[in-house]
């Protein structure tokens, strides 16, 4: 095991600072799609569930920052994709450790986990349900309903095949009850991590590191990009995909929402 440590205590974040918008200034409107944005999602979603692509970008691209980058040093890969809970997994892995771990996490690439299992490093994935990742994505992506379905396809269906190499953590179980999943992975990988408790104290001091966190990430007045981004749930961006939901249920996307759910079903089943 590796005794580098080189991702940040969670108590190094910065403290507190201004509170999001308040819900009703910001719960009627629904941002219009960016035809950019939606071509740099489509690409970026692409490129990163494979190895040969993505990971030559990811080395040079995250040459200063090791925990995005799996190596020879990495001690576990905690992954999902985008919108999954990986904060809270990450943050409430590391809280009891009493060595340096060292955790790759929020690439949310499936390239970085294939790469992961073919290293033989302890692999965590968090899954959630298709619909409300894709719900998520396009309130904080600004894109519509079927690139972030077809995104979810590929990221998980690249994974089925290493799944023996991985062990999957269903959303609930993670909000629920981390502490199975944490001693799981111990088991299947005979590592010796130590296991958080999941106690209502306990998640919510991960959740208070979770906030900090959040409000440090952009400035004051950046409070509508704060509120599409926030790794927690917001009463701003749950209206707004109450308002995307209609979209999303669209028939012309039966056939994709079918197909993400049977995948999901297989993989947390």
């Known amino acids: 095991m590796n005794n580098n440590k080189t991702y940040p205590s969670p108590l190094s ?29 489509r690409a970026r979603y692409l490129v990163n569930a494979y190895p040969a692509l993505y990971m030559p970008w990811a080395r040079y691209h995250h040459r200063d920052l090791m925990d995005r980058i799996v190596s020879g040093d990495t001690d576990l890969v905690i992954e999902a994709f985008g919108r999954t809970g990986t904060t809270f997994a990450n943050f409430a892995f590391l809280a009891p450790q009493r060595r340096r771990v060292r955790t790759v996490h929020h690439t949310h690439a499936a390239a970085q986990v294939i790469t992961a299992v073919k290293m033989n490093i302890p692999t965590m994935v968090i899954i959630r349900q298709p619909e409300a990742v894709a719900l998520s994505h396009m309130a904080r992506h600004q894109v519509s309903a079927r690139p972030p379905l077809v995104a979810w396809i590929r990221f998980h269906q690249r994974l089925l095949s290493r799944r023996k190499g ?33 106690t209502k104290e306990n998640e919510t001091e991960i959740f208070e590191l979770i906030k900090s966190r959040n409000r ?15 790794a927690l749930p917001t009463p701003e961006r749950e209206a707004l995909k109450q ?19 049977i995948l999901y079903r297989a993989l947390v089943g």
């Open 166 to 198: 991985i062990v999957f953590c269903s959303f609930d179980q993670m909000t629920q009850n981390f502490t199975p999943a944490i001693q799981r992975l111990n088991e299947r990988f005979g590592t010796s991590f130590e296991v958080w408790q999941h």
């Open 216 to 230: 440090g990430r952009f400035r004051e007045d950046q409070s509508e990009q704060r509120m599409r981004s926030f």
């Open 13 to 41: 974040y910065a403290t507190e600072q201004s509170a999001p918008r308040k819900p009703e200034a910001v719960a009627a409107t629904v941002p219009a799609r960016s035809l950019v944005r939606e071509i740099f999602y």
């Open 243 to 261: 308002k995307l939901s209609a979209q999303l249920q669209a028939d012309s996307l039966a056939s994709l929402r079918d197909r993400a759910n």
